[in-house]
């Protein structure tokens, strides 16, 4: 079992910056990918953005691409998400997952990562 405990929400205005972080416990997660999503009320969980196993190669939604950065530290077992120009419609629960395959994709589907955290509320003001 592999457990995710994301941390660093919170309320902040449009515009600002706001790092997400996301540690892994319970086994080595070296070697997998490792993906952001995001959901609100009413609606499926979005794809954000994903890191492949050594963070070579990143990949990100559309709607964040250029604001959104995706990082992680293998030796502290943690993954970032630092999110700059926050827009209103960012506002969401943010979800970190762990796709426990061994492959260099970056899968965009829920369906396709194994472990889920619990979710950190982000609420951006315009």
């Known amino acids: 079992q592999v457990q995710l405990v994301e941390s660093g929400g919170g309320l902040v205005q449009a515009g600002d910056s706001l790092r997400l972080s996301c540690a892994a416990s319970g086994r080595p997660v070296n070697s997998y990918t490792m993906g952001w999503f995001r959901q609100t009320p009413g609606k499926e969980r979005e794809f954000v953005g994903g890191i492949t196993w050594n963070g070579g190669r990143t990949d990100y939604a559309d709607a964040v691409k250029g604001r959104f950065t995706i990082s992680r530290d293998n030796a502290k077992s943690m993954v970032y998400l630092q999110m700059n120009s926050l827009k209103p419609e960012d506002t969401a629960v943010y979800y970190c997952?762990?796709?426990?395959?061994?492959?260099?994709?970056?899968?965009?589907?829920?369906?396709?990562?194994?472990?889920w955290g619990q979710g950190t509320q982000v609420t951006v003001s315009s």
């Open positions: 997952a762990l796709r426990w395959k061994l492959t260099v994709e970056i899968p965009t589907s829920t369906n396709e990562y194994t472990y």
